[in-house]
Every structure is written in C-alpha cells, then in structure tokens.
C-alpha cells in the first residue's frame, strides 16, 4: 500500500494486488495512509502453497477480474480521519474497573490492566525530562502519528512504569521513531518483537535486574519498560493485532522485557562495555533497540579452552539463525546479540579472550549447508533462489559461490563487528542465549539516556507518582 501512496501522489492510478490472508492489513494501512479509495484486488488464497496450474487459474479467473473491475469503479472520497483527543484531554472518567473497560474498548490496552493515565501521574512523569510536553520526537508508521514527550509519559504511566523511567522511555521511543529502525515494518509476517538493551550507570540507579532471573518479568523497570515499548508501538505507532487493523504478525510472541548489561562484570573483566561497542562513552547511560525474530534455546558451556567455549555457542546460534538467515542476505544486514553468561565470559577472559577473539569465531563456525539459503524462500515466497547469482550482482561475497556443492557451509553472519555482546545474568551458572534479529528490519538503534540536572538527587528518593484520581 505504500506504493499505492507513492503512486497516487505521483498522479499515476495505483491498484493493490493483494492475497486473502492480507486484506484486513491492506485496508487498515491505506486508511492510515490517507488512500481508503485505492482498489485493492484480492487473490484468492496463499500464493506459497497453491500450485501453478491454482496459481494461473486464479489470477485469469480472478485476479485479472477484480483488477478490470477497479478500472471501471468510481473514485471513492475518503473518508474523515477521526478527530483525536487533545495531549491533556480528560477521555473518561469513573471507577479503576470501568477504567479498563472503556481503554480495552478502545483498543487502547495491551489486554492487560493498566494504570489509569491521570494528569497528576503524567505530570510526576514530566517532571523527570526538561524536554518540552508538545516536542515531536519522529512520526510512527503505520498511522502516521507523532511521537510526543507528552505521549511517551502517558504510556509509561499505563506500562506500570515509575516516574523516574523517564528519560530511559524517552531514549526509547527517540530510538524506534529513527528511520533507520523501521518501524513501519513492525507488522510484517515473522512477527518480530523489539528488545531494549540497557548499559550504563543507570540499570544499577533504577535497579534493573542483571543477574538470575534474567529476561523473566518481575523486576519493576525490566518488566515495565519491556511492556512501555509494546504498548507504545501499539497506541501510537498503531501496530495492533486485533481482526481487521494493521499487525500481520502471523504468529507473534510475547513483549521482551527490557535486558541490562552487568557493568561490575564488564569492569571485572576488563572488557569494553556493550556502549563501549557502540562508541559512546564508559559514563554515558544508553539505551538500544532492535528487533528479535528469534531467540535460542538455553546455551550451555564447559571448559577451559575457546574452543570447548565457543562449540556450543557457534552450533545453537547457527540453528537458531537457520534458513531464515537467506532474508540477511537479500537485504544485507544481520544482528545477532549474544547475551553472554557471566561465568562464560570469565572463563573466556581466563584463556585470554575479549569479545573480538569472540565475533570472529562466530563469524568463521555459524555456517549452514547452501541447499537451506537457496531453497528456503521457495517455501516463503514461492521461488528459490540462486547464491551464485546474489554473487553476480554484487550483493553478496564471491565465498557464497565458491563451490557447486549444495551441501558446502556458507556464513550466516555477514559481518563480525555486527555481532552485539552483552554480558549478564545468572553468575553462578554457564548458560547464555543467542537473540536474532529481523535483517534490515529493527537493526539496532541507539541513543544516550539524558538525565535531569537533580538527577542523583531525585533518583536516591524514588518517590511514588502523586495524583491517584480515577480520571484518564
């Protein structure tokens, strides 16, 4: 549909081909794009798995039909957008319970309750940013909403965040609303969720989780920074999964909560810190997003050499990344994020390793046989698909056809330094987990937490939010 928009605003009449399964997406997107007119002609069922006998007998009895059928139909107004409530606005006002009727009606919920968004909790929320309430951080897909100061403090406020959150909510969105991250790819079919990774100072103020437990809820600020960044891309953004509105993802997951590197271990080791790696400084706190389209089963590894170290991590991250890996390859970017145990890393250290010896490894063993990246995307988009040919025109290296052989090993990561290392959880046990992301969909994105002037001050009080009224 945005290429119906480009089209239309190029005055050149644009129709939409578009299969069953995506109908109530390609509808709900075009009213978020201003062109509810544009004709939408339906391919009657799923493309990948008809054969091409189904496959041409539908589009000459169907497809073709409902494309003719667009010409000759009137050019349909569209209709008037909705007229949204104002920043400070008082939406409802009654009891906790009908609170949570009247957000869940108006899909304004994640499905799970939440805290009534009242002007004295927004305002505690404010008093944490010097950042004006109106100030537009970027423009969200799909619904072309502004991002605001003030409407990150009222999600934060419904996440079940507390006041001192802010200025790490604020780098979030800031991170999501960059152009580079995507967002208007959120909805698509591998239903990829976002992860927010904090280093620095301020997961030890704010009392971030580092240890056992890691990436389970629970923890106030992992939790509710996790949900902050779901239910903002949802109200916001406009990403909601709801029969007939814009998310595709065909089988989702749950919301990451939000994952803190353990500064004293880095220190301990003597390794660069995860923003180190990034390029911001060792004082500074810093906040990334990326997507996650996949996560590992539990890695555990023994031993006293890298290599007995790395075996486990190289194989499971290599069946993790799998054939999805082909989409890295078409669209040239791949992210991997090893959250690397605590125990792990000091043993890795011990034998003289740091996190490059590491990304290198990976780099050389995360393999896969040839055959899996040129025969998946038959099964996803209906076509296979040629390494040698990738080589031809430049997107790929000569290494990918070097060889006939489709059971040659071919590398799944496309560059060492774009694999993220964090280092946390549980130090008293030798498990680590490998989180992939979507390719050029949600890369990481990252922005510096910036504090208020009384930020050492006010932090040491955390104080509760005033303003406990029922009005939303």
């Known amino acids: 549909m945005r290429a119906c928009k480009t089209a239309e605003e190029a005055g050149v009449p644009a129709f939409a081909i578009v299969s069953t399964g995506f109908l109530r997406q390609a509808h709900a997107s075009a009213r978020a794009l201003g062109i509810e007119g544009a004709w939408v002609a339906e391919y009657p069922g799923v493309i990948p798995t008809d054969s091409r006998d189904q496959l041409e007998k539908k589009v000459r009895d169907v497809v073709v039909s409902n494309l003719l059928?667009?010409?000759?139909?009137?050019?349909?107004?569209?209709?008037?957008?909705?007229?949204?409530?104002?920043?400070?606005?008082?939406?409802?006002?009654?009891s906790f319970d009908a609170v949570q009727d009247h957000f869940h009606d108006h899909l304004w919920s994640d499905g799970l309750p939440v805290v009534p968004p009242t002007l004295g909790r927004v305002d505690a929320f404010m008093s944490f940013t010097a950042r004006e309430r109106s100030e537009v951080l970027g423009i969200l897909h799909p619904e072309h909403r502004a991002a605001t100061v003030w409407s990150v403090a009222v999600n934060g406020v419904m996440a079940g965040c507390r006041p001192e959150y802010m200025p790490v909510l604020l780098s979030v969105a800031d991170a999501i609303a960059d152009p580079e991250f995507r967002l208007e790819d959120a909805g698509s079919t591998p239903g990829w969720e976002p992860l927010v990774v904090v280093s620095g100072p301020i997961a030890a103020q704010l009392e971030f989780n580092t240890e056992g437990g890691l990436m389970r809820v629970g923890p106030q600020a992992n939790t509710s920074i996790g949900r902050f960044l779901r239910m903002y891309m949802r109200n916001v953004a406009g990403w909601r999964t709801p029969p007939g509105t814009t998310d595709k993802g065909s089988i989702g997951s749950t919301f990451n909560v939000a994952?803190?590197?353990?500064?004293?271990?880095?220190?301990?080791?003597?390794?660069?810190?995860?923003?180190?790696?990034?390029?911001?400084?060792?004082?500074?706190?810093?906040?990334?997003?990326?997507?996650?389209?996949?996560?590992?089963?539990?890695?555990?590894?023994?031993?006293?050499t890298p290599d007995q170290l790395m075996e486990p991590i190289s194989h499971l991250m290599a069946t993790t990344m799998g054939p999805w890996s082909f989409t890295g390859?078409?669209?040239?970017?791949?992210?991997?994020?090893?959250?690397?145990?605590?125990?792990?890393?000091?043993?890795?250290?011990?034998?003289?390793?740091?996190?490059?010896?590491?990304?290198?490894?990976?780099?050389?063993?995360?393999?896969?046989?040839?055959?899996?990246?040129?025969?998946?995307?038959?099964?996803?988009?209906?076509?296979?698909?040629?390494?040698?040919?990738?080589?031809?025109?430049?997107?790929?290296?000569?290494l990918y056809a070097a060889s006939d052989d489709p059971e040659r090993q071919v590398p799944l990561l496309r560059r060492p330094e774009w694999t993220g290392i964090v280092v946390a959880g549980d130090p008293g046990r030798n498990q680590s987990k490998v989180y992939v992301n979507n390719h050029e969909q949600g890369p990481p994105v990252s922005r510096r937490v910036v504090l208020p002037d009384d930020w050492e001050t006010r932090v040491s009080t955390r104080r509760s939010p005033s303003g406990h009224d029922n009005q939303s």
């Open 69 to 94: 059928a667009g010409f000759a139909a009137p050019i349909q107004e569209p209709t008037a957008a909705a007229v949204e409530p104002a920043p400070t606005d008082i939406v409802f006002t009654g």
């Open 329 to 398: 390859l078409w669209y040239g970017r791949k992210h991997p994020l090893l959250l690397l145990s605590p125990a792990v890393a000091r043993a890795f250290a011990a034998c003289g390793w740091g996190k490059d010896e590491i990304r290198q490894q990976l780099f050389d063993e995360v393999t896969l046989e040839a055959r899996w990246l040129e025969r998946y995307p038959f099964h996803v988009a209906g076509a296979d698909d040629s390494l040698a040919r990738r080589v031809d025109e430049g997107l790929i290296p000569a």
């Open 259 to 304: 994952l803190a590197e353990d500064d004293a271990m880095v220190e301990e080791l003597g390794w660069p810190s995860f923003r180190e790696d990034l390029g911001f400084d060792p004082a500074d706190s810093v906040v990334t997003v990326q997507s996650v389209v996949a996560i590992s089963p539990p890695i555990y590894s023994g031993g006293d």
